[in-house]
């Protein structure tokens, strides 16, 4: 997941112009490029973590069973076998 968050467009190009900084010399600049480079991927590390929990939360939550009457009778049947009616 955090490999992942360095294949974007945008920070591809902001290790291109690290490496060609570094290159040319200027420490400065590089160390500054790829400190926004690895506070990026954290950030977006931590963003996708807690989207991928919240995900597994409301999975859970949601109905996996439903009580129905079938000829009178209450039964239970996997909510994904559930069609509506159309009246």
Same mark, same amino acid.
């Given at each position: 997941?955090?490999?992942?968050?360095?294949?974007?467009?945008?920070?591809?190009?902001?290790?291109?112009?690290?490496?060609? +900084?570094?290159?040319?010399?200027?420490?400065?600049?590089?160390?500054?490029?790829?400190?926004?480079?690895?506070?990026?991927?954290?950030?977006?590390?931590?963003?996708?973590?807690?989207?991928?929990?919240?995900?597994?939360?409301?999975?859970?939550?949601?109905?996996?069973?439903?009580?129905?009457?079938?000829?009178?009778?209450?039964?239970?049947?996997?909510? +994904?076998?559930?069609?509506?009616?159309?009246?």
């Amino acid at each position: 997941m955090l490999l992942h968050q360095l294949t974007d467009f945008m920070i591809l190009i902001l290790i291109a112009a690290a490496i060609i +900084s570094g290159v040319l010399g200027d420490v400065t600049d590089t160390v500054i490029i790829l400190a926004i480079i690895i506070l990026n991927a954290v950030v977006g590390f931590i963003q996708e973590y807690r989207a991928e929990k919240a995900m597994e939360a409301l999975k859970l939550m949601a109905a996996t069973n439903a009580r129905i009457l079938r000829e009178g009778k209450a039964v239970d049947i996997p909510a +994904s076998d559930l069609v509506p009616e159309m009246l």
